[in-house]
C-alpha cells in the first residue's frame, strides 16, 4: 500500500481562497448615531449631564462619518445633533432660570 492511494485529497478539488469585497453600502448601520440617541435618552431621564454630554459626542461623530446616501433607519444625523443638544438645554435650564432670576436651588 502506497503512501498516494491513501491520500484523501484530491488535486482537482481544490478551492483558492479569494476574500470577500466589503462595499460600503453593505455596512453596519450607523451605531454612533444609535448610541448618541440612548445616551441623550437616558440622560435626561436620570439626569445625568454624564450620559448627555457622551450622547452629544456620539452625535457629533455620526454627523462627521455620515455618508452621501444617508438615509437610515435613524434619521439624519443632524436630526441626532439637534436632539442631542436639546437634552443639553433641557437639563441646565433650571440652573439658567435660577442664576437670571436669582433664586437658589
Sequence with gaps: MSASTSDPRRPDAIVEYRPEVKR????DPDVPGFVALVFAICGLMIR????L???MIFSVES?????????????????TIIFSLSTLVMNYMPEILAAYS????
Design 24 to 27: 460600503i453600502e453593505d455596512d
Design 48 to 51: 445625568n449631564r454624564t450620559c
Design 53 to 55: 454630554w457622551v450622547g
Design 63 to 79: 454627523y462627521l462619518n455620515q455618508r452621501a446616501s444617508e438615509g437610515g433607519l435613524l434619521g439624519s444625523p443632524a436630526a
Design 102 to 105: 436669582g433664586i437658589k436651588i
